[in-house]
């Protein structure tokens, strides 16, 4: 089983977790986190001065899967998920030890 | 017991003693009103009182508020609500009579009306309104002067050198200065003109913010890290409750509902609308953005210059006014304050102290007999000795103000430290001042009122199912 960490741009949210559920994913995390890259941040100008904001707002979605699904699921994150311009984001596979369900305390893969 | 807890025990027991004063004797008021009065006049002195009020609360509380963090919104709200309510009291127990009260040497006013004696409901010797009304609308002054100077302590005040600051400046600054302009004292007696108190209210708050500015140092985060207005929003719904109320504190001092107060009230608007043109457009060209921030600061720049000006100048001066207000205040944010390094915090003395000199200036300049045979002429209209009756009044302002708060800073030093811990001031003075929290964004679960009373009584608890817990 494996983990994906993806960070997008708020913005296309939407479109990310449409085609992940296309391809099979049947839930998600998300949170709304601040960061930065290559993607410079912004200055704000209030009364003359000015204010550099350097961590941007994105968000972080993580998803729970198994390990024949991973390929799919990066591929439709990065149709999705890419502009072309500096922030577009990272995705980070990690392996994931164990999965429970806590409804029914299913373990595995049939707990994803 | 060291010197901190000997004064703040002196203290304690002079307060004590005020109030005690309060038993004195009450004097039977006049039964039917006296010819004097007039209904319109009243009644529009009444209301300019109440927009005064509005200035302070919300206007300048949002105004201010805006404009920290979002983890010092309720202390600066507070600062603005305390004052309110604090200068109220002072006014009527001794402010009152120390600024309007006999005149004594030219310098203060007598104790005639402790307590707001003799301060009834008929007028006070040639006036249309009821004594009352007037002291009143006056204190509604005191309140948000005192109130103007939080801004340049805003985020790192601890809140009893707070009180106590504002309590001997309202005493020791305020008073006296409007005694010298308005209250029959040596200012006055020269010829200064200040309409609704350019030198009073803004050169003296300015300036004294300057000075507890740099005497209560800057804030830990600034500059380097200092934090952008939490919300806009507010401050530009304060500008617009500052500029509606301006017209009580400008229109209202013509003292009754008069062809005066009509004029007063078109240049205070004529020049808020100018001010708040030009700062965005000198944006604009400095920047290559205009912003929302600019326009209410410039409006409320405006307003400021054309406070000692309104009820002296024509409509187009005041246009010249909001322009000239506009460089003036704009150079001082964007050059002197970097240049300095002073933290002025929400730019007092950047908008009310330069402002309020320009406008005290500009009435030496553009004061014309044409439009109130009571005022005088200016420069533009071949009396150059008004401008020099002018910088007289801009010159004993800054250093009434100045000296004033500088010792006044250096007292309250002595009982009570006058910024709060390094860890209260990261942390922000609502939680830790207060113990409360502006913008509270928590779900069912995160909190719970302990309460070892409620505990105790018969109050039945409701479980995660949403049912009445069975009895215990």
Same mark, same amino acid.
């Given at each position: 089983?494996?983990?994906?960490?993806? #960070?997008?741009?708020?913005?296309? +949210?939407?479109? *990310?977790?449409? &085609?992940?559920?296309?391809?099979?994913?049947?839930?998600? !995390?998300?949170?709304?986190?601040?960061?930065?890259?290559?993607?410079?941040?912004?200055?704000?100008?209030?009364?003359?001065?000015?204010?550099?904001?350097?961590?941007?707002?994105?968000?972080? #979605?993580?998803?729970?899967?198994? +390990?024949?699904? *991973?390929?799919? &699921?990066?591929?439709?994150?990065?149709?999705?998920?890419? !502009?072309?311009?500096f922030g577009d984001g990272k995705i980070f596979v990690l392996p994931l030890e164990e999965v429970i369900r806590i409804r029914t305390g299913e373990r595995g893969e049939s707990a994803l | 017991m060291n010197t901190r807890r000997i004064l703040r025990i002196l203290i304690g027991a002079g307060g004590g003693a005020v109030l005690l004063s309060l038993a004195l004797p009450v004097y039977a008021q006049e039964a039917a009103a006296p010819p004097g009065i007039s209904g319109g006049d009243t009644a529009w002195m009444l209301t300019s009182a109440a927009l005064v009020m509005m200035m302070t609360v919300p206007g300048l509380?949002?105004?201010?508020?805006?404009?920290?963090?979002?983890?010092?919104?309720?202390?600066?709200?507070?600062?603005?609500?305390?004052?309110?309510?604090?200068?109220?009291?002072?006014?009527?127990?001794?402010?009152?009579t120390l600024s309007f009260g006999a005149d004594h040497s030219s310098l203060?006013?007598?104790?005639?009306?402790?307590?707001?004696?003799?301060?009834?409901?008929?007028?006070?010797?040639?006036?249309?309104?009821p004594h009352l009304v007037f002291a009143m609308y006056q204190g509604m002054f005191a309140i948000i002067t005192v109130a103007l100077i939080t801004g340049a302590f805003a985020e790192r005040i601890k809140f009893s050198a707070f009180v106590l600051f504002s309590l001997l400046w309202a005493t020791?600054?305020?008073?006296?200065?409007?005694?010298?302009?308005?209250?029959?004292?040596?200012?006055?007696?020269?010829?200064?003109?200040?309409?609704?108190?350019?030198?009073?209210?803004?050169?003296?708050?300015?300036?004294?913010?300057?000075?507890?500015?740099?005497?209560?140092?800057k804030r830990r985060c600034y500059p380097d890290k200092a934090l952008p207005p939490h919300n806009i929003s507010y401050t530009v719904i304060g500008a617009g409750l500052l500029w509606f109320g301006w017209f009580g504190f400008n229109a209202g001092s013509a003292l009754g509902a008069s062809g005066l107060a009509a004029l007063a009230f078109a240049t205070t608007h004529t020049a808020a609308a100018t001010a708040g043109l030009a700062w965005p457009l000198i944006e604009w060209m400095h920047h290559g953005k205009p912003t929302v921030l600019g326009a209410a600061t410039g409006a409320v720049a405006g307003l400021v210059a054309i406070t000692p000006a309104a009820g002296y100048v024509t409509v187009p001066a005041a246009m010249a006014i909001g322009v000239g207000v506009c460089f003036?205040?704009?150079?001082?944010?964007?050059?002197?304050?970097?240049?300095?390094?002073?933290?002025?915090?929400?730019?007092?003395?950047?908008?009310?102290?330069?402002?309020?000199?320009?406008?005290?200036?500009?009435?030496?300049?553009?004061a014309t007999k044409s439009v109130n045979p009571a005022g005088a002429d200016g420069l533009l209209y071949g009396n150059a000795s008004q401008l020099v009756t002018q910088l007289i009044g801009v010159a004993a302002s800054w250093a009434l103000a100045a000296a004033g708060t500088l010792v006044i800073?250096?007292?309250?030093?002595?009982?009570?430290?006058?910024?709060?811990?390094?860890?209260?001031?990261?942390?922000?003075?609502?939680?830790?001042?207060?113990?409360?929290?502006?913008?509270?964004?928590?779900?069912?679960g995160m909190s719970g009122i302990s309460s070892p009373t409620l505990r105790e009584s018969s109050y039945t608890p409701i479980s995660a199912t949403g049912d009445a817990a069975s009895g215990d």
């Open positions: 089983m494996k983990k994906i960490e993806a #960070i997008i741009r708020p913005h296309l +949210l939407d479109a *990310v977790k449409n &085609a992940l559920q296309e391809v099979g994913v049947a839930g998600l !995390t998300v949170t709304e986190v601040r960061g930065f890259g290559r993607q410079k941040g912004h200055t704000e100008t209030y009364r003359g001065s000015e204010y550099k904001i350097d961590f941007l707002p994105k968000v972080k #979605i993580e998803v729970a899967l198994p +390990l024949e699904m *991973v390929d799919q &699921a990066i591929d439709a994150i990065m149709k999705t998920a890419k !502009t072309g311009k | 509380a949002l105004f201010y508020g805006g404009l920290v963090s979002h983890r010092n919104a309720l202390s600066t709200l507070m600062h603005s609500f305390f004052l309110l309510c604090l200068i109220s009291i002072q006014w009527v127990l001794f402010g009152y203060f006013g007598g104790l005639d009306y402790l307590g707001f004696q003799g301060v009834g409901q008929e007028p006070s010797g040639t006036a249309t309104i020791l600054v305020y008073d006296p200065l409007a005694h010298w302009v308005w209250g029959g004292g040596w200012l006055m007696k020269l010829g200064a003109l200040d309409f609704a108190g350019g030198t009073v209210v803004h050169i003296s708050s300015g300036v004294s913010a300057l000075v507890a500015a740099i005497v209560i140092g003036v205040c704009y150079f001082g944010l964007n050059v002197l304050k970097p240049r300095f390094g002073y933290d002025d915090t929400l730019d007092v003395f950047g908008v009310h102290g330069l402002g309020g000199t320009w406008g005290a200036i500009a009435t030496g300049i553009f800073l250096k007292l309250v030093n002595l009982v009570v430290p006058l910024r709060v811990t390094a860890e209260e001031e990261i942390t922000g003075l609502d939680l830790t001042l207060h113990g409360e929290m502006a913008y509270n964004f928590l779900e069912p």
